[in-house]
């Protein structure tokens, strides 16, 4: 057979050669047209593979292995699945097929100015990295294979592990025929990750599937460590439209994967580089660039593997495949799971996956021990690898101790539909044998509780939603979510609120931070959580309201009982715009406005608008927006609305309107102060009523006065979806846009929309 017909050079492929030479090597042979760094190197092909079995005449001892097979049989898996490997590995290379192979790894060596380069081979299965059905991590990888001997070996094992148990278990599930996929081996030059860092990246969020952002796990040395779950890395979040860092979150990175001796071994990161960032934002936005590029090229969210070599100092894609899991999910669907009983909580850890489960603990050294693991169990582990496929599908969720975002835990539990809490830290010291719990990862931080709870899952189908003249917006205060929520049919987020961001990600009195040298915690913290919300909606405008924390509030912050006075009323003491231009808050303001002018600059993010709350006077007003203007937030590039939550804000609304672009009615604080009850007052609680004609009156002047002056209003509350009439009456007054909680979106446009039908 010519040789041609057993080896390829990869930057002669494209995508029409994925039957003859995998997905994964079709898709490098891709890359070399999109201006995509990728190692030189080449491949064999199905027909080198199906000549190996065939000349070696070992298909006979193959079928009759898996003749009867029963996968969810663990312990006759692993011995059939053994001696077929063996069968494989054991063969010898047919001499035509080990002449072309040697032939040109010769060729490579010629091009690479060295003898016997090192090389990395891979698996390419023919089936596999294909939109349907996702074989990631099922077969082997070799690194560091040097000469001709370890080459021919390597491709043989390579071979053999199309064979693996996790292989032959997930082609009997998914209905694939053993015979039908074929396996190429990549042999690329050996990228030098040792000596710097790779990782993993998803062109997409992996957990909720929001598609304008690039994801990033990065760690030092080669890769198998991240894809294994036994490294933490580094996690980036890029937003895709503007190439704008969102998120640097920091990684453990205690290990990394390194040559030694010929192979590789596990050796601890000093501190000084766990405590850094392993990319540089340059490397960060050069990785997204390719990223999109990859992504736009085969028109479909993908999943990639990276590395930068630390000789040439340069980075390169080491394989592009499909994600499968988000994108063969019904998008229109919004599942919501939520706990509707408490608990003990015993541990938390990073969620994956939006959902709750329950079941009984079972927890395993190694994936040896997957026998014992029962339908419906909850697998509690250090972490899994490729080898636990069999028994995953079989739990109703999965707890690890360690492990990312992009772990194996985390992606093969995407797939399977079931959650999983990775990075607990002491799962499987904490969690008992046979011991009921519940998994919430309904949230970005999963949570596992004694016992279990009772919970529900609700469904809205989006698409059937009819659309609304006026605005309906979303109240956000958890980052966290937004993602998740991205595919509302809303149009943005009235309501950001800060005091969510700096109490469940920063937990310090600015002052405090100020105090201790460490501000960018605080900026780092607040411009993350606003770039999450701003990235998931954008477009569409995201109202971002400046913090508006009471005394009280402050004072239980770390730190907040040395910065903050005891008022006797902290309902009307000193909050909102009196705090940003006092000598004694100043300092922290200008954290907040920082935090804003990257969201606007360097994560290019212009439909952030910025609200300020509890603007008393005009003058304070101007006072609040001249220091804006001096901490980098000037008028000209930055819109910026008040809220109407005091009724001087709507007496003095013509003022008001020739300082501010939009007006938010607060309708919980001006029903408080029109009505002089205390709205947290039990005993005054019947008094409190936003329906009250004093309210309304004030609420249809202020709409009025802002249009006379063309400045939008919107509301904030769910009043329009819980008190009967009051969406009826906004509607008349001419409201622009109206406010509401995710969980009542859906009702509010319904409501909206037949309202709107009858005028």
């Known amino acids: 057979m010519p040789r041609d017909s057993f080896v390829r050079w990869l930057d002669e492929l494209s995508g029409d050669d994925t039957d003859a030479v995998g997905g994964k090597s079709a898709n490098l042979g891709e890359l070399a047209d999109l201006d995509v760094p990728v190692l030189p190197g080449f491949t064999t092909t199905a027909s080198a593979y199906d000549y190996y079995v065939g000349e070696t005449g070992i298909h006979e001892a193959i079928e009759s292995e898996l003749d009867g097979l029963d996968a969810d049989d663990v312990v006759n898996l692993q011995r059939r699945g053994e001696r077929i490997r063996r069968t494989i590995s054991e063969a010898s290379m047919p001499p035509q097929l080990e002449s072309a192979v040697c032939e040109r790894y010769a060729e490579l060596g010629d091009e690479l100015g060295v003898d016997d380069p090192e090389v990395a081979v891979r698996s390419s299965a023919t089936a596999e990295d ?39 278990a997930y082609r009997e599930n998914k209905d694939f025929d053993h015979f039908d996929v074929k396996l190429a081996c990549t042999v690329q030059k050996m990228g030098r990750a040792d000596l710097a860092s790779s990782g993993v990246l998803f062109t997409l969020d992996p957990d909720t599937g929001f598609d304008d952002v690039v994801v990033i796990e990065a760690a030092y040395g080669f890769g198998e460590p991240i894809v294994q779950g036994a490294v933490d890395p580094d996690r980036y979040i890029v937003f895709e439209p503007t190439n704008g860092i969102v998120e640097k979150e920091l990684g453990g990175k205690s290990q990394r994967m390194v040559r030694r001796n010929g192979g590789t071994k596990l050796e601890s990161v000093p501190d000084a580089e766990r405590e850094a960032v392993v990319l540089s934002d340059d490397r960060i936005r050069e990785l997204a660039t390719y990223a999109s590029r990859i992504e736009d090229h085969f028109g479909t969210p993908q999943d990639i593997e990276w590395l930068v070599d630390g000789e040439l100092d340069e980075l390169f894609i080491v394989q592009a495949r499909p994600e499968t899991v988000h994108g063969a999910v019904e998008e229109n669907v919004l599942r919501t799971h939520e706990l509707t009983e408490s608990g003990d909580q015993l541990l938390e850890g990073i969620a994956i996956g939006n959902a709750v489960a329950t079941g009984s603990v079972r927890v395993l050294a190694d994936h040896r021990e997957m026998h014992r693991v029962e339908d419906g169990d909850v697998v509690v582990t250090e972490m899994t690898d490729p080898d636990w496929v069999p028994v995953m599908k079989r739990a109703s969720a999965i707890v690890t101790d360690r492990g990312g975002k992009t772990s194996h835990a985390a992606i093969v539990s995407r797939e399977l539909g079931i959650p999983a809490i990775v990075r607990t830290g002491t799962a499987t010291e904490t969690l008992s044998n046979g011991d009921p719990v519940t998994i919430d990862c309904s949230t970005d931080t999963g949570r596992v509780y004694e016992g279990e709870l009772e919970y529900e899952v609700t469904e809205e189908v989006i698409d059937e939603l009819p659309e609304t003249d006026t605005e309906i917006k979303l109240i956000l205060g958890d980052p966290d979510r937004a993602f998740s929520l991205a595919s509302l049919p809303v149009d943005g987020v009235g309501l950001a609120r800060e005091e969510f961001i700096v109490t469940a990600h920063v937990g310090y009195h600015p002052k405090e931070l100020l105090e201790r040298n460490e501000e960018e915690r605080f900026v780092d913290a607040l411009r993350t959580g606003i770039a999450k919300i701003g990235a998931a909606f954008y477009p569409d405008d995201v109202i971002f309201r400046l913090s508006d924390f009471k005394t009280d509030e402050y004072r239980n912050l770390e730190g907040g009982w040395k910065h903050e006075p005891e008022e006797a009323n902290p309902m009307l003491g000193w909050r909102g715009a009196s705090r940003y231009y006092d000598e004694e808050f100043r300092e922290a303001f200008r954290l907040e406005c920082e935090a804003l002018r990257q969201v606007h600059e360097d994560v290019g993010l212009d439909n952030v608008t910025v609200m300020v709350p509890f603007c008393r006077t005009p003058e304070e007003g101007t006072r609040v927006l001249e220091m804006m203007a001096e901490y980098g937030l000037s008028r000209e590039e930055t819109d910026v609305w008040v809220m109407a939550e005091l009724p001087a804000n709507i007496v003095l609304a013509d003022r008001f309107s020739e300082m501010f672009d939009g007006f938010s009615i607060g309708s919980n604080d001006l029903t408080q102060l029109v009505l002089g009850v205390d709205r947290n007052s039990e005993k005054l609680a019947p008094l409190f009523d936003e329906t009250n004609e004093a309210v309304t009156r004030l609420i249809s002047e202020l709409i009025d006065a802002a249009h006379r002056h063309d400045r939008p209003v919107g509301i904030c509350g769910d009043a329009p979806s819980t008190i009967p009439d009051y969406a009826d009456f906004l509607l008349d007054a001419d409201i622009d846009s109206i406010s509401v909680s995710p969980d009542v979106a859906i009702e509010t446009i319904l409501t909206v929309a037949e309202l709107e039908d009858q005028t």
């Not at 074989?135 to 990888?141: I, K, L, P, R, W």
Request: with cysteine.
């Open 130 to 168: 294909l939109p349907e059905a996702s074989f990631a991590g099922q077969q082997e990888t070799f690194l560091n294979v040097a000469g001709e001997t370890e080459l021919l070996e390597s491709i043989k094992h390579c071979f053999a592990s199309l064979f693996t148990d996790r292989a032959i």
